[in-house]
């Protein structure tokens, strides 16, 4: 993990070897380290710092859709940034009960996480945002974008209906320019946990035993009782993953992601080249984002905020710190 990395926004079990984790051993040394919030408050001013080879992981080439009109593969970008972040505290977080594939929102306290979400990421382009259909990542999405320095207005596209897509069309291309289309699916849901949902995490291990529920919860294969198992889950949301968000990217689009620990696991998985076994030790915290790199069909993981404490510290590349440049000169 980068040296830049709060053990808060991701922990991994130690692999068996010295690079199992990450798939392949190559590092880039052309990083920049940036303060990345001067909308924040006590945030830094912008300043760059060369950062040593080991604070970036170079990850395996993701395999590229083709184009269905010409079946080659689409041209590849210069760069794009991809943004992870698990929504903010739930209301059932909060209580300790298996919440899955049930629609429930925010706390105060996951509304907090989103806005802090949002400040750690308000200097890094996003020209399209995915969410899970759950609201609990749909209001941390929105949050978080009200936060950032460009001022784009975050709009759910809704093709649920036909009626539905007109009803919301927007006519103004000026404000079309001015707003981030964000879109949802169900398949970077949470995991659905079957007959664990609603149920109190303490009262379902002294029912069951903590084995059984540790199984069930930590598993990669075995699913709950009539629910998911991460392997299902990871099914959907990495297909999901490839056939429609690794186009934005190599068409050069930006993208954030707002969705839950077992989907974001999932993607994390495939991206850093995990094995079973490592993905099933792999933590996220509510509310911190993570950051990667596209460039040349490479995933190339930037970290996540240097601390709790810190407004937000990523490595940029040149590209990303031009646009922190770039929004400070629309501030003047």
């Known amino acids: 993990m980068a040296a830049?990395?709060?053990?808060?926004?991701?922990?991994?079990?130690?692999?068996?070897?010295a690079s199992a984790s990450f798939g392949s051993d190559r590092r880039a040394g052309n990083v920049r380290f940036v303060s990345a919030t001067s909308c924040c408050p006590?945030?830094?001013?912008?300043?760059?710092?060369?950062?040593?080879?080991?604070?970036?992981?170079?990850?395996?080439?993701?395999?590229?859709p083709s184009s269905p009109e010409?079946?080659?593969?689409?041209?590849?970008?210069?760069?794009?940034?991809?943004?992870?972040?698990?929504?903010?505290?739930?209301?059932?977080?909060?209580?300790n009960l298996f919440t899955g594939c049930v629609d429930v929102p925010l706390t105060p306290k996951g509304v907090n996480e989103a806005i802090e979400a949002g400040k750690r990421i308000c200097n890094i382009p996003v020209d399209v945002i995915y969410t899970s259909s759950l609201i609990r990542a749909q209001m941390t999405a929105m949050l978080a974008m009200m936060q950032h320095r460009r001022k784009k207005v975050p709009i759910i596209v809704h093709k649920e209906s036909e009626r539905a897509h007109q009803w919301s069309q927007v006519y103004s291309e000026e404000t079309k320019k001015q707003s981030i289309p964000v879109i949802t699916a169900w398949q970077l849901n949470e995991r659905m946990y079957g007959e664990l949902q609603g149920l109190n995490k303490q009262e379902t291990a002294d029912l069951f035993g903590k084995d059984q529920v540790h199984e069930w919860r930590r598993?990669?294969?075995?699913?709950?009782?009539?629910?998911?198992?991460?392997?299902?889950c990871a099914e959907r949301a990495v297909s999901y993953f490839k056939e429609q968000i690794i186009p934005q990217l190599v068409s050069g689009k930006h993208v954030m992601i707002a969705a839950h620990g077992n989907s974001l696991r999932s993607i994390i998985m495939h991206l850093d080249k995990l094995t079973s076994q490592e993905v099933i030790s792999l933590e996220l915290s509510t509310g911190i984002p993570m950051l990667y790199i596209f460039k040349e069909g490479k995933f190339i993981r930037r970290g996540s905020p240097a601390g709790p404490s810190e407004a937000g510290v990523y490595a940029y590349t040149k590209s990303l710190a031009k646009y922190r440049q770039k929004l400070d000169g629309m501030d003047q």
């Open 42 to 64: 006590g945030s830094r001013k912008l300043g760059l710092v060369c950062a040593s080879n080991s604070q970036s992981s170079v990850i395996e080439p993701a395999k590229l």
């Open 219 to 232: 598993s990669y294969d075995i699913p709950p009782p009539n629910g998911e198992s991460l392997e299902m």
């Open 4 to 17: 830049c990395t709060s053990q808060h926004a991701l922990i991994s079990v130690k692999p068996p070897r």
């Open 70 to 95: 010409s079946g080659s593969t689409p041209k590849k970008s210069s760069e794009a940034a991809l943004i992870l972040i698990r929504h903010g505290e739930s209301l059932w977080n909060e209580k």
